[in-house]
């Protein structure tokens, strides 16, 4: 059996695209994992492969003192990957970003073993341009990135196919949104957006005065804010059902997230992560807005949240736009691109 080894972390928006191909080609491929001991373990634990923990340092934007160590230790942890790959021979690397995947495809690079990566964003990250010319293919989830690397292919967003597949009205019975208001979904990312739970709270007796809220508000950030209508939680393993009972979601604008946002036709505001961020989520977000696609809320604005929120709800437009949009999933085209480059199992 063909050994796959898929890389990525740092973040959720990094490993979830990832658990969306590994469940593709599950059961026909020999599959492992490769990351740090941090978020990536975690969500790749639910998997149930094989696991390889490797010390890679983050860059911190910024902040001089706190990089003085990096070359040492990513020099470690590029050998620590090497060492791995040599005794395991894999058939391919499949990275989808962050830190954490450099030592990887520089040690299958170094192996001639092939590698891909998938970029999210609209712009590519800097691990995604330092590995690029390691890669046998950059996949991204935009046309317009695909471009930027003469290596580049366009395959979409690879989109969890069980997020496509909720129940609205077993959905809304299990919330306990029994009534006849709009419900709104909050969504902070995978580590949940102090600022968007600050806002809602906020705003809260406002916001339920005209929509019910299930609040995913990140590991940590629940406290104690009991109303009726309100559901807080700080994470939702069904993710189905929260985006099929919702009738309109505030967001972050994580590329992973709006895409799944978009291909359930979720009519959202987005507030994309501006201080301590290379900017990617403001070029996401305004990407889907030129087409139409959704509204944006620039976090200093926040004070205005309700009246944006309803808004949006009453926006024809944006639901048009919506209803004839094609937002696909890119997981089959991805794992076709997989066979092709490590050989049919």
Same mark, same amino acid.
């Given at each position: 059996?063909?050994? $796959?080894?898929?890389?990525?972390?740092?973040?959720?928006?990094?490993?979830?695209?990832?658990?969306?191909?590994?469940?593709?080609?599950? *059961?026909?491929?020999?599959?492992?994992?490769?990351?740090?001991?941090?978020?990536?373990?975690? /969500? =790749?634990?639910?998997? *149930?492969?094989?696991?390889?923990?490797?010390?890679?340092?983050?860059?911190?934007?910024?902040?001089?003192? =706190?990089?003085?160590?990096?070359?040492?230790? $990513?020099?470690?942890?590029?050998?620590?990957?090497?060492?791995?790959?040599?005794?395991?021979?894999?058939?391919?690397?499949?990275?989808?970003?962050?830190?954490?995947?450099?030592?990887?495809?520089?040690?299958?690079?170094?192996?001639?073993?092939?590698?891909?990566?998938?970029?999210?964003?609209?712009?590519?990250?800097?691990?995604?341009? /330092?590995? =690029?010319?390691?890669?046998?293919?950059?996949?991204?989830?935009?046309?317009?990135?695909?471009?930027?690397?003469?290596?580049?292919?366009?395959?979409?967003?690879?989109?969890?196919?069980?997020?496509?597949?909720?129940?609205?009205?077993?959905?809304?019975?299990?919330?306990?949104?029994?009534?006849?208001?709009?419900?709104? $979904?909050?969504?902070?990312?995978?580590?949940?957006?102090?600022?968007?739970?600050?806002?809602?709270?906020?705003? $809260?007796?406002? /916001?339920?005065?005209?929509?019910?809220?299930?609040?995913?508000?990140?590991?940590?950030?629940?406290?104690?804010?009991?109303?009726?209508?309100?559901?807080?939680?700080?994470?939702?393993?069904?993710?189905?059902?929260?985006?099929?009972?919702?009738?309109?979601?505030?967001?972050?604008?994580?590329?992973?997230?709006?895409?799944?946002?978009?291909?359930?036709?979720?009519?959202?505001?987005?507030?994309?992560?501006?201080?301590?961020?290379?900017?990617?989520?403001?070029?996401?977000?305004?990407?889907?807005? =030129?087409?139409?696609?959704?509204?944006?809320?620039?976090?200093?604005?926040?004070?205005?949240?309700?009246?944006?929120?309803?808004?949006?709800?009453?926006?024809?437009?944006?639901?048009?736009?919506?209803?004839?949009?094609?937002?696909?999933?890119?997981?089959?085209?991805?794992?076709?691109?997989?066979?092709?480059?490590? *050989?049919?199992?």
């Amino acid at each position: 059996m063909k050994r $796959l080894l898929f890389t990525g972390g740092g973040s959720a928006g990094h490993v979830v695209p990832n658990l969306a191909v590994m469940q593709r080609l599950r *059961g026909t491929y020999d599959i492992a994992y490769m990351g740090t001991d941090g978020i990536e373990r975690a /969500l =790749a634990a639910s998997f *149930g492969c094989r696991y390889f923990t490797i010390d890679c340092p983050k860059l911190v934007r910024g902040a001089i003192a =706190a990089n003085l160590s990096l070359p040492r230790r $990513l020099r470690e942890a590029k050998r620590a990957a090497l060492r791995i790959l040599e005794r395991e021979r894999f058939d391919l690397v499949f990275s989808k970003g962050g830190y954490v995947s450099y030592p990887a495809v520089w040690a299958a690079h170094r192996l001639g073993i092939p590698a891909l990566t998938h970029e999210s964003d609209l712009t590519p990250g800097l691990c995604t341009r /330092l590995i =690029a010319g390691k890669c046998r293919f950059v996949l991204t989830s935009f046309p317009e990135t695909a471009r930027r690397f003469p290596n580049g292919r366009y395959v979409g967003s690879p989109i969890r196919a069980e997020v496509l597949a909720g129940d609205r009205k077993r959905a809304r019975k299990a919330y306990g949104f029994t009534g006849s208001k709009p419900v709104l $979904l909050v969504l902070g990312g995978g580590s949940g957006s102090r600022t968007l739970n600050n806002a809602v709270r906020a705003h $809260l007796p406002a /916001l339920l005065a005209r929509f019910y809220i299930l609040h995913l508000c990140g590991k940590g950030n629940a406290g104690a804010h009991e109303s009726e209508g309100y559901v807080c939680r700080e994470f939702e393993p069904d993710m189905a059902d929260a985006y099929a009972c919702c009738d309109l979601a505030l967001s972050r604008a994580g590329s992973n997230t709006v895409f799944e946002l978009l291909a359930n036709k979720i009519p959202s505001l987005l507030v994309p992560l501006g201080r301590a961020s290379r900017g990617d989520q403001k070029q996401n977000a305004a990407y889907f807005q =030129a087409k139409g696609l959704c509204a944006v809320l620039q976090e200093e604005a926040l004070a205005q949240l309700p009246e944006a929120l309803l808004r949006l709800y009453g926006s024809a437009s944006v639901r048009a736009a919506l209803s004839t949009d094609r937002i696909q999933s890119g997981t089959e085209r991805i794992a076709d691109v997989i066979r092709r480059a490590a *050989g049919q199992p």
